[in-house]
């Protein structure tokens, strides 16, 4: 193969992989922008929540060991400070960050 036409077979190449990149930050881009709608949706409850309760249950977290928090969220119960002790019906972003130690 001449030197020209190997160059080009490199661009293809590079070309290719900027593809599948292109690819993957595209459905992180759509990931990212359903979080943040889900986020928002979150914050909308948010804010008529009672900042009291939700101290008393930053308290009661607090006393419980991880492994009991992550059993009762395996068991569709709220283990994040807003809705503690609550059952859930879809995924909670906040007991999940919680559980990933995110707030650390
Ligand atoms: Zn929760």
Redesign the pocket.
């Known amino acids: 193969m001449n030197r020209v036409a190997q160059a080009f077979t490199e661009l293809e190449d590079h070309v290719s992989v900027l593809g599948q990149e292109l690819g993957s930050l595209k459905k992180y881009a759509a990931f990212l922008e359903e979080e943040n709608t889900r986020l928002k949706r979150e914050l909308s409850v948010l804010s008529h929540t009672d900042p009291a309760l939700v101290q008393m249950n930053s308290a009661g977290i607090r006393g419980m060991a991880a492994e009991n928090l992550e059993k009762m969220?395996a068991d569709c119960f709220?283990?994040?400070?807003?809705?503690?002790g609550?059952r859930?019906t879809e995924p909670?972003?906040?007991?999940?960050a919680?559980l990933r130690h995110d707030d650390e």
Not at 78 to 84: L, N, S
Not at 92 to 96: G, I, P, S, T
């Open positions: 969220y709220h283990v994040c400070h807003f809705h503690f609550e859930w909670c972003l906040f007991c999940e919680f």
